[in-house]
T-cell receptor, first 113, second 117 residues
Framework: SQQGEEDPQALSIQEGENATMNCSYK?????LQWYRQNSGRGLVHLIL?????REKHSGRLRVTLDTSKKSSSLLITASRAADTASYFC?????????????FGKGTMLLVSP | DTGVSQNPRHKITKRGQNVTFRCDPI?????LYWYRQTLGQGPEFLTY????????KSRLLSDRFSAERPKGSFSTLEIQRTEQGDSAMYLC???????????????FGEGSRLTVL
């Protein structure tokens, strides 16, 4: 079963614009992660935010976490055509001591030059 | 290249045949995971190894699915008597630990795409 649900399912923007993707989840978590996947390729880890953190930055990425609303957002600033990919949030409930991540269905981002 | 390596990248088989996928994790990672991803969906967890021990296998989709990691290095995922519904991308991931604690992030391979005719 999939816990995280990304919104929107698809997003089309122009280069230079910002892209915001949202993720909602259902249960308590230890951490929430965002991954990127280019078409037909494996997933690449972008950023991890722990349940006691509210905001985290990495380069052009900004992630927020609201545990009271069970939601997270990923902001990509000054987007580039190379950012075109699917973006997945994944939750780690942290019950088992290892990362049994539960992924959402993803947001497909298209950045046009 | 020191990333996670998966072979074959693409496998086409006929229904009823057995298939095996191999994963070579990042060498210093003792944790290894298998996921399955179908079209338009996110990856779905299948099984987990810590070194050679398979600590979680209840999420394997049926008894036709099995995985091994005999020496705590590479792993194999076998699907017996394949069905068309098994067509998917099978992803392997590994992760490091820091002082024995789980660091959280997974490092994925490029996946093995299975097509069952």
């Amino acid at each position: 079963s999939q816990q995280g649900e990304e919104d929107p399912q698809a997003l089309s923007i122009q280069e230079g614009e910002n892209a915001t993707m949202n993720c909602s989840y259902k249960t308590s978590i230890n951490n929430l992660q965002w991954y990127r996947q280019n078409s037909g390729r494996g997933l690449v880890h972008l950023i991890l935010i722990r349940s006691n953190e509210r905001e985290k930055h990495s380069g052009r990425l900004r992630v927020t976490l609201d545990t009271s609303k069970k939601s997270s957002s990923l902001l990509i600033t000054a987007s580039r055509a190379a950012d075109t990919a699917s973006y997945f949030c994944a939750t780690d409930e942290g019950n088992s001591g290892y990362s049994t991540l539960t992924f959402g269905k993803g947001t497909m981002l298209l950045v046009s030059p | 290249d020191t990333g996670v390596s998966q072979n074959p990248r693409h496998k086409i088989t006929k229904r009823g045949q057995n298939v095996t996928f191999r994963c070579d994790p990042i060498s210093e990672h003792n944790r290894l995971y298998w996921y399955r991803q179908t079209l338009g969906q996110g990856p779905e967890f299948l099984t987990y190894f810590q070194n050679e021990a398979q600590l979680e296998k209840s999420r394997l989709l049926s008894d036709r699915f099995s995985a091994e990691r005999p020496k705590g290095s590479f792993s194999t995922l076998e699907i017996q008597r394949t069905e068309q519904g098994d067509s998917a991308m099978y992803l392997c991931a590994s992760s490091p630990t820091s002082g024995g604690a789980n660091t959280g992030e997974l490092f994925f391979g490029e996946g093995s795409r299975l097509t069952v005719l």
